[in-house]
């Protein structure tokens, strides 16, 4: 007897992950804003009341997947930056190896990434989401600055950030001109540019 209400709920959360993932899906396709209950369940090829059971709001279900996607993102960020560490990657090895798992993950993640930065200025329910996220590949110990191989660079982790961040947003907007390779040099320019302080640190104003 006791197992039938443990069969149900590993039911439901496969059905779950199954919208989820129809909903990834439907934003990396046609944006966030192409995302309704209908069109998901169509995506997962569910009932069309399944994504309301599960998400009674849109909102709902596009944070679950924000939420999703970005624990699947900085997650291979972080493995990446141990691998740097345990092989002690040079600057340049590092660099390569970050610019492939952009390149890997632009389908997958940028769309949702960077429409969702976007969408949460009208959505207060994705907000925090986005902001946990912001802070997260802010760190001052982020993937960058362990790529740089410097470990006076830890203040500069959002200038990095600022690169990557703009190099996305214009795949999003145009994805037959991503430019990896000018990413690629423009990070290792700022890696070795940079100071070991921040301007304000050294006497310098703008």
Known sequence: MSELPITR???GELRK???LAATVDVICDEGISAVTHRAVARRANVALSAPSYFFPSIDDLIVQAFETIMKSMI???EALSSRIK???MDRETAVDAYIQ???D???KYDKLQYEAYLFAANRPQLRPSVE???TSIHRQDNTLVVASRRSDLGWASTILTALVDGSGLYRVAAPEKANFQGLREGLLALM???PGRPPEDIGFRV
């Open 17 to 19: 992950k199954e919208i």
């Open 105 to 107: 993950g632009a389908v």
């Open 101 to 103: 798992l952009v390149r």
């Open 192 to 194: 070795e540019a940079l």
């Open 9 to 11: 709920y590993a039911k």
């Open 132 to 134: 946990a996220a912001m």
């Open 86 to 88: 345990d092989e002690d």
């Open 75 to 77: 997650g291979e960020l």
